[in-house]
């Protein structure tokens, strides 16, 4: 089974920042990788799909980019309402996988 | 719009099943496939399998493998979920997705807590 790291698993940043988070596959995937966004006690919310394109109403500031085995998310200025944990998922096969999380807070 | 409405909390003992229901609206059922997504109090989101609504196909998770069943009614547009055997760390959020690219649309979560 390809396995999905992210890293890292928690980080704090300022209001304003720029953040990357990072997912590497065990195994090439293409493009076929998704970012979500849960805040605590919601539903996740799709941010990115196809490593690089924006969900419609997801604000510009999200963008995603990589291809084969290594992606990144990046928050080009950090909002206070980014706080959240946030999820890789790779959607290139029948098995599904999504990464451990990465919690983001505001320092 | 596409809602998902997911049916109410349960609560099970060791050793019971458990059906969880996915009431699909606003699109064409039977286009999209439905994922099922779990997560234990305080941890990440897990895959659990995948059904076509077109045409039943499945696939699990390999760790769920012989203890779980997705079934859709196509008449009601409705996916269901049903995990056997049920343990103590089976207690967690159950969520249905459509599966497009990515899952854009979820339903609200069903909490089953797995308690003697």
């Known amino acids: 089974d390809i396995q999905m790291t992210q890293s890292p698993s928690s980080l704090s940043a300022s209001v304003g920042d720029r953040v990357t988070i990072t997912c590497r596959a065990s195994?090439?995937?293409?493009?076929?990788l998704a970012w979500y966004q849960q805040k605590p006690g919601k539903v996740p919310k799709l941010l990115i799909y196809?490593?690089?394109t924006l969900q419609s109403g997801v604000p510009s500031r999200f963008s995603g980019s990589g291809s084969g085995t290594d992606f990144t998310l990046t928050i080009s200025s950090l909002q206070p309402e980014d706080v959240a944990t946030y999820y890789c998922q790779k959607y290139n096969s029948a098995l599904i996988t999504f990464g451990q999380g990465t919690r983001l807070e505001i320092k | 719009q596409v809602q998902l409405v997911q049916s109410g909390a349960e609560v099970k003992k060791p050793g019971a099943s458990v059906k969880v229901s996915c009431k699909a609206s606003g699109y064409t059922f039977t286009s999209y496939g439905i994922s099922w997504v779990r997560q234990a109090p305080g941890q990440g989101l897990e895959w659990m399998g995948w059904?076509?609504?077109?045409?039943?196909?499945?696939n699990y998770a390999q760790k769920l493998q012989g203890r779980v069943t997705m079934t859709t009614d196509t008449s009601t547009s409705t996916a269901y979920m049903e995990l056997r055997s049920l343990r103590s760390d089976d207690t967690a959020v159950y969520y249905c997705?459509?599966?497009?690219?990515?899952?854009?649309?979820w339903g609200q979560g069903t909490l089953v807590t797995v308690s003697s």
């Open positions: 196809a490593a690089s």
């Open positions: 997705a459509r599966d497009s690219s990515g899952y854009s649309d």
């Open positions: 059904i076509s609504a077109y045409n039943g196909n499945t």
């Open positions: 195994q090439g995937i293409s493009n076929y």
